[in-house]
């Protein structure tokens, strides 16, 4: 009963927003949360306080991804008014007209890199507003987008999902460091192998299989073109095979769609576009330029600002009496503490999450470049915080349900529904582990929440089945990551950016096949892995 009670609330969201007139994400997720909620207070006894503290707690956390919605969102229109992104839509078409071109360049290369510095759900935020200004259908770019930003997800934001999603079993000296190196080099190895399919998949989505095949070769070209230094970073280092994969990928990619390598010949007469100058060109890209620029200089642990934004020193506190303590730090994190004394807490980093930087400190930087109007500063802020409302409404939903689901630690819900999968397998539990780090995505939109959620699970299941445990940890990082496909939060937030309402369940229902597919690929893939380790 208490694994079909933890089951039955996702099995039902997925039903209000797949089924014919589906439930909108703001109204959905609303109501499933208000169902986890009863469900934990009566059926697995939780304390009303401690439920009341994880929503306080939810409230307060949301303020992490809307403020990145928002900051994608105002960057996004910053490049719609001020001109830039027209003239990066000329200087695409000027380099390849082709759509599969265009398609492998933003989503797949350039989304590759942006994952390696930041995270967070801003390839998706950043890439997909580009393509759709060249002409692709919103609602398909969204899909095109979240299957896309899969394969480096395991190492994005500098590596956080491998290093961080899995440093309760460093601290706990049950892995170690060269186990983790380990388990970075499994996991670039299979979603290498998984990168000859799922592009093509994504590409799908909005190209018809004759084109596909007749530019096959620019597709590998820029597939391998990222992969190769991906696998090759990650045999020494867990931190940069994205952003490095990216970047050497995006550089080839460009400039093999630039010759015409691999890309159909084509007799039909292609539109002129009007030739891009070089000051115009790089007037319109000082925006991204800066966006990227920042992300990995905050980025790299090497250089002192990421430990300057991340500076927990107390500068200022607050007891708020029953409510909780509040803290403010040198790196401006500002934390609740001890809410209703349930020891419950919950924290947002203000200058380290991708949202006022670099989103909105790019967009002031902006301003004068481009000499925008104070009407048309004030209309693209005002217009950004409108589209965030909805968003909002769905981030709360989705943190009280992940959080109220996560009450109880080894007897949590979360917790229920991975020991129940690990035991109807057994010592069979390989092919199955990637999916369990795929159902830990879907609740927090986080493959770094998904490793330290179930990472426990995976290495005790691993432990006690004789499974190698850099293996399954390496399938529980691959499954987290491709369960960013299915993942509400980035569902919710890439249709925030490009202003799609009421899309989410058909999003879904698009993107479960890549990522059930995603699965078998990862299962394959460890077992022939397996011959090398």
């Known amino acids: ?44 006894d939780g304390s009303f306080i401690v439920l009341n503290a994880n929503i306080v707690s939810a409230m307060f956390s949301v303020m992490t991804p809307i403020t990145v919605i928002f900051g994608a969102v105002l960057f996004n229109r910053m490049m719609e008014i001020s001109g830039a992104m027209d003239v990066l839509r000329r200087w695409l078409g000027n380099i390849n007209p082709n759509p599969v071109a265009q398609l492998m360049i933003i989503g797949w290369a350039f989304a590759f890199m942006i994952e ?11 890439a997909a507003p580009i393509l759709v200004g060249l002409g692709f259908k919103p ?6 987008a979240l299957v896309m930003n899969s394969v480096p997800v395991s190492f994005g934001a500098v590596g956080t999902p491998t290093w961080f999603g899995f440093s309760s079993l460093i601290d706990k000296k ?5 186990e983790l190196s380990q388990i970075g080099q499994i996991s670039a190895l299979i979603h290498f192998l998984a990168a000859f399919i799922i592009p093509l998949l994504a590409l799908r989505v909005i190209v018809p299989w004759q084109k596909i095949k007749k530019n096959l070769g620019f597709i590998y070209i820029s597939i391998l073109a990222c992969t190769i230094p991906y696998v090759a970073v990650a045999w020494f280092n867990y931190e940069f095979p994205a952003l490095v994969g990216g970047a050497i990928g995006l550089a080839i990619s460009v400039w093999v769609a630039n010759k015409g390598i691999g890309l159909e010949k084509t007799t039909e007469e292609q539109p002129e576009h009007e030739k891009v100058k070089a000051g115009e060109l790089t007037k319109a890209l000082f925006p991204t330029a800066s966006l990227i620029v920042i992300l990995v200089l905050t980025r790299i642990q090497q250089l002192p600002f990421k430990a300057m934004l991340n500076d927990p020193t107390e500068v200022f506190h607050l007891h708020l009496g029953y409510l909780g303590d509040y803290h403010i ?5 500002f934390s609740l503490t001890n809410i209703f004394q349930t020891g419950e807490q919950a924290s947002y980093k203000l ?37 965030v409302q909805k968003p909002f409404l769905a981030l709360v939903g989705a943190l009280i349900m992940v959080n109220v689901m996560l009450i109880g630690g080894e007897s949590s819900m979360v917790q229920t529904i991975g020991r129940g999968l690990a035991s109807a397998t057994g010592s069979f539990w390989t092919p199955f582990a990637s999916y369990l780090g795929a159902v830990g995505a879907f ?24 499974l190698s445990i850099p293996l399954i940890l390496a399938l529980q990082s691959i499954g987290g990551a491709m369960g960013n496909m299915v993942c509400i939060n980035n569902i919710v937030a890439v249709c925030s950016v490009l202003g799609i309402d ?7 229902k698009k993107t479960a096949f890549p990522m059930f597919l995603y699965g078998i690929i990862a299962a394959v893939g460890a077992y022939l892995v397996m011959l090398l380790f």
């Open 1 to 44: 009963m208490a694994l079909f009670l933890s089951i039955l609330p996702i099995v039902l969201l997925i039903y209000l927003m797949v089924k014919r007139n589906a439930y909108p994400s703001y109204v959905a997720l609303p109501l499933i949360a208000g169902l986890v909620y009863i469900i934990q207070l009566t059926y697995f």
């Open 116 to 126: 390696g510095a930041s995270g967070f759900g801003t390839p998706a935020a950043i």
């Open 139 to 144: 609602l398909q770019v969204a899909v095109l």
């Open 174 to 178: 049950l892995i170690s460091d060269g």
């Open 329 to 333: 730090s040198k790196g401006l994190i």
């Open 351 to 387: 200058l380290y999450v991708p949202a006022l930087i670099p989103f909105v400190v790019t967009v002031l930087l902006s301003i004068p470049v481009f000499a925008l109007s104070k009407k048309s500063v004030g209309g693209i802020f005002s217009s950004s915080f409108k589209q």
């Open 443 to 466: 609740f927090s939109g986080s493959n770094t929440v998904s490793n330290l959620t179930f990472g426990a699970v995976q290495y005790s299941v691993a432990q006690a089945t004789g």
């Open 502 to 508: 009421k899309a989410e369940g058909t999003i879904i």
